[in-house]
C-alpha cells in the first residue's frame, strides 16, 4: 500500500532563502506524487504533479520537485521564497488506483 | 475561487445528531471526493464518486454515507456525531476518474461538535 511522510511539521526560513521541503513515499508501482498547498481558511490546491514524465517537474509559483526512485523521494523546492509562500504544504501519492493518499502537511514559515 | 461550492461553511451540532454536508463539483466536473482534515489525523480520504457510483473508499466510518445525484452534486452524511468527528470536511472534484488530475478543492465544511 502507498504512504507518504513529510519530514518536519514546521519549517521556518528567511525570506530570500530556499525553500526544501521534503517527501518520501512508499509505493509498490510507479506512483503519481502531488505537492498541493493550502493557504489558511481555504482549501487545498495543486502545486505540481508527477505522473512518469521528466522527473523535474516545474509547478505554480516558481517551485519545482524532483523525482527520484531510487531515493523514494519527491521533494519540493523554491529558490527564493517569498512571504506569500507562508502555508501549509502537502505531498501527496497514488498508485493509480483510485485512491490518493495525502502525508501530514509541512507548515512553511517565512521570516522576515 | 475553485469553483467548487460547499454549504455549510461552519456547523455546530451536539453528540448523537446528524448532519449533511453538501458538494456542487465544478462545472463539467464527474468526480467528486470527500476528505477529513483534523490536527490529529491529517488530511484522510474519505470517499470518492464518478458519475453517480461509488468508486474508491478511504477510511470512512461506517456512520458516515455518501452518495452523488444526477445532477452532480454530492452529499455526506455524518450521523451519531461523536466529539472526535469534529474537523474539517473537504471536497474535491475532477473532471475524470484517473487519480492523476487534478483536483479542486472546495473551501471546507467546518463541523464542531459539542
Known amino acids: 500500500a502507498q504512504s507518504v511522510t513529510q519530514l518536519g511539521s514546521h519549517v521556518s526560513v528567511s525570506e530570500g532563502a530556499l525553500v526544501l521541503l521534503r517527501c518520501n513515499y512508499s509505493s509498490s508501482v510507479p506512483p503519481y506524487l502531488f505537492w498541493y498547498v493550502q493557504y489558511p481558511n481555504q482549501g487545498l490546491q495543486l502545486l505540481l504533479k508527477y505522473t512518469s514524465a521528466a522527473t523535474l517537474v516545474k509547478g505554480i509559483n516558481g517551485f519545482e520537485a524532483e523525482f527520484k526512485k531510487s531515493e523514494t523521494s519527491f521533494h519540493l523546492t523554491k529558490p527564493s521564497a517569498h512571504m506569500s509562500d507562508a502555508a501549509e504544504y502537502f505531498c501527496?501519492?497514488?498508485?493509480?488506483?483510485?485512491?490518493?493518499?495525502f502525508g501530514k502537511g509541512t507548515r512553511l514559515h517565512i521570516l522576515p | 475561487d475553485s469553483g467548487v461550492t460547499q454549504t455549510p461553511k461552519h456547523l455546530i451540532t451536539a453528540t448523537g445528531q446528524r448532519v449533511t454536508l453538501r458538494c456542487s463539483p465544478r462545472s463539467g466536473d464527474l468526480s467528486v471526493y470527500w476528505y477529513q482534515q483534523s490536527l490529529d489525523q491529517g488530511l484522510q480520504f474519505l470517499i470518492q464518486?464518478?458519475?453517480?457510483?461509488?468508486?474508491a473508499k478511504g477510511n470512512i466510518l461506517e456512520r458516515f454515507s455518501a452518495q452523488q445525484f444526477p445532477d452532480l452534486h454530492s452529499e455526506l452524511n455524518l450521523s451519531s456525531l461523536e466529539l472526535g468527528d469534529s474537523a474539517l470536511y473537504f471536497c474535491?472534484?475532477?473532471?475524470?476518474?484517473?487519480?492523476?488530475?487534478?483536483?479542486?478543492f472546495g473551501p471546507g465544511t467546518r463541523l464542531t461538535v459539542l
Open positions: 464518486y464518478y458519475n453517480g457510483e461509488e468508486r
Open positions: 474535491a472534484s475532477s473532471v475524470e476518474l484517473a487519480t492523476y488530475n487534478e483536483q479542486f
Open positions: 501527496a501519492v497514488s498508485e493509480r488506483d483510485d485512491k490518493i493518499i
